[in-house]
């Protein structure tokens, strides 16, 4: 009986020093950030929604946390916002205006693939977890 106790214990210390989901996440977040690092996208945005800009200002771009609550339970969300990341958004259609500095979003087809993208965006609609 004190051995079947003492693999019951042993699974579950392996499972929380490393091998559980808290490692798993932690893995994905920092490759989504090395992505995000490589593709350029913390020129423009941050994680933090107290995130400030350039001298001060709003960022450029939405704080990801933002976008992901404003885009939370959305059944089209990560198609749309893949799109958004991979052909750029139009200035007419500002609606960041209050919370980002800049007018648009460029194209970024050349900095990530549409696959990145997509799992980049994936991972950002988690973050308001």
Not at 53 to 64: A, S, T
Not at 76 to 99: F, I
Request: hydrophobic residues 45%; charged residues 20%; positive net charge.
């Amino acid at each position: 009986m004190k051995r079947k106790y003492a693999i019951h214990l042993s699974i579950l210390i392996a499972a929380l020093i490393g091998g559980g989901p808290a490692a798993a996440d932690a893995k994905r977040d920092e490759a989504m950030r090395g992505l995000a690092i490589k593709s350029g996208c913390f020129i423009c945005h941050a994680i933090e929604l107290d995130a400030k800009g350039p001298e001060g200002l709003k960022p450029v771009g939405p704080p990801w946390k933002a976008i992901a609550a404003r885009y939370k339970g959305q059944p089209h969300a990560v198609k749309t916002l893949t799109a958004a990341v991979m052909g750029g958004t139009s200035p007419y259609n500002r609606h960041w205006q209050d919370e980002a500095s800049g007018v648009a979003m460029p194209p970024n087809g050349v900095a990530i693939s549409a696959g990145d993208a997509k799992k980049l965006v994936d991972w950002i609609l988690g973050l308001d977890k």
